[in-house]
């Protein structure tokens, strides 16, 4: 088997949608039932994100547009200095999100951020936000170039990593395959898919697809890499709103569940989810 995360209990909260660490702040949650807290993505330099308004919901799906908006890594590092991180991994295990805009800012803020990487459990790499035009999703593009990455990230650090994978660059399981072949600890499938929608005064709306619409599909993506690849530690991501989705990726081979955009709706479902599967 390879390496695995020892958590309280498979529930993860995704990165996105937990900002960094504001829902540790929400009285409702009883937080020994969540196994380790996802921080929003970092890049290098700052990111302002996309214009607003960067959400649109609805019963099946809900759409963003965020754009990875982000302090960068000084703004980080503010973080890690202050003791903000350190009163954050107090109350719940971290795991750190990292993105760039290119192959350089991957290796450059993992050397950066090497110092105070045992401050988290794991890292998270992104490799598929739909939301930007450079890096994440993209960064994929050039398959030989993404795994050459692959390899000077697991260079720089002996962290548990993880890779963030879409599902529009190829079949999950293959980039898996890479993933794992480069030395790396686990993948989390799936992220946000491209979607389009016509808002209510009748504009075009691009932006990441989530929410129940995507469950399913992302189903089939713990259940296609699970078969593919049965020691890689995955986190399964996408739609999950209910405790027996919790159960169901975990019968098709997940060894953890993230939540995200469920959390908009009613925080204290980590409750529910984290009572049934407390170890």
């Known amino acids: 088997m390879g390496k695995a995360l020892n958590l309280r209990t498979p529930i993860v909260i995704a990165s996105g949608p937990g900002g960094f660490g504001e829902y540790l702040n929400v ?3 009883d937080w020994s039932y969540v196994g380790a807290y996802t921080l929003k993505t970092v890049t290098l330099n700052p990111k302002s994100g996309n214009k607003p ?7 099946e799906f809900l759409i963003n547009r965020i754009g990875l908006e982000n302090p960068g890594f000084d703004g980080l590092r503010k973080m ?12 719940v295990p971290l795991i750190l999100s990292l993105g760039g805009d290119s192959f350089d800012e991957y290796v450059e803020i993992t050397k950066l951020c090497r110092p105070f990487l045992d401050k988290f459990i794991a890292v998270e790499y992104n490799f598929s936000c739909p939301n930007v035009h450079h890096g994440g999703l993209s960064i994929m593009v050039d398959r030989e170039e993404w795994r050459r990455l692959l390899k000077a990230i697991r260079t720089e650090t002996d ?21 794992s072949s480069e030395g790396w600890d686990g993948v989390t499938v799936i992220n946000t898919i491209r979607g389009l929608m016509v808002n209510s005064e009748g504009q075009t709306v691009l932006g990441g697809l989530s929410g129940p619409a995507l469950y399913p599909i992302a189903l089939r993506a713990v259940y296609e890499v699970r078969k593919a690849l049965p020691d890689i530690y995955i986190i399964a991501s996408g739609g999950v709103y209910a405790p ?10 997940a060894n953890a569940v993230s939540v995200g955009s469920a ?6 479902v980590l409750n529910e989810m984290g009572k049934e599967f407390s170890r």
């Open 27 to 29: 009285s409702s949650v």
């Open 53 to 59: 308004p960067r959400m649109y919901a609805s019963k």
């Open 80 to 91: 890690v200095e202050d003791g903000t991180i350190d009163k954050l991994a107090s109350i």
């Open 159 to 179: 962290a548990f990593i993880i890779a963030k994978l879409g599902i529009e660059s190829g079949f999950v399981e293959e980039m898996a395959r890479i993933v």
């Open 244 to 253: 027996e989705q919790v159960r169901e990726m975990l019968r098709f081979g």
């Open 263 to 268: 959390l908009f709706h009613d925080e204290s």
